[in-house]
């Protein structure tokens, strides 16, 4: 059974950095896409960042060059490394995996699959 324990959230000011750390157990976070996405109540989850089976990333423009993603498969867990941090990225973050992903024209999309973790809320604070 695939699970997904994400970790790593909690209050922070504007401008500093938070890494969020996503456990799983059930699936090889080194052969599988996994994606971190965020929600606000009310809206649509946004996808964020994903990293490919293959180790490719790929990144929301409202988080290149602040955000990292990387995955350790000694410890089966995915991260997002958080800089400069701003009142917008304030949301519930969730990590996904079992989706499935497409290349074209040098890039890939990743469509979210069915396995969710319970997330971890970030809130930045002015």
């Known amino acids: 059974q695939v699970q997904l324990v994400e970790s790593g959230g909690g209050l922070v000011q504007a401008g500093g950095s938070l890494t969020l750390s996503c456990a799983a157990s059930?699936?090889?976070?080194?052969?599988?896409?996994i994606g971190w996405y965020r929600q606000i109540p009310g809206n649509q989850r946004e996808l964020v960042a994903v990293?490919?089976?293959?180790?490719?990333?790929k990144y929301a423009d409202s988080v290149k060059g602040r955000f990292t993603i990387s995955r350790d498969s000694a410890t089966n867990t995915v991260y997002l490394q958080m800089n400069s941090l701003k009142l917008e990225d304030t949301a519930n973050y969730y990590c996904?995996?079992?989706?499935?992903?497409?290349?074209?024209?040098?890039?890939?999309?990743?469509?979210?699959?069915?396995?969710w973790g319970q997330g971890t809320q970030v809130t930045v604070s002015s």
């Open positions: 990293i490919s089976s293959g180790g490719r990333t």
């Open positions: 059930g699936t090889n976070v080194g052969s599988n896409p």
């Open positions: 996904n995996t079992g989706g499935t992903t497409t290349y074209q024209r040098g890039t890939f999309n990743y469509a979210a699959g069915g396995y």
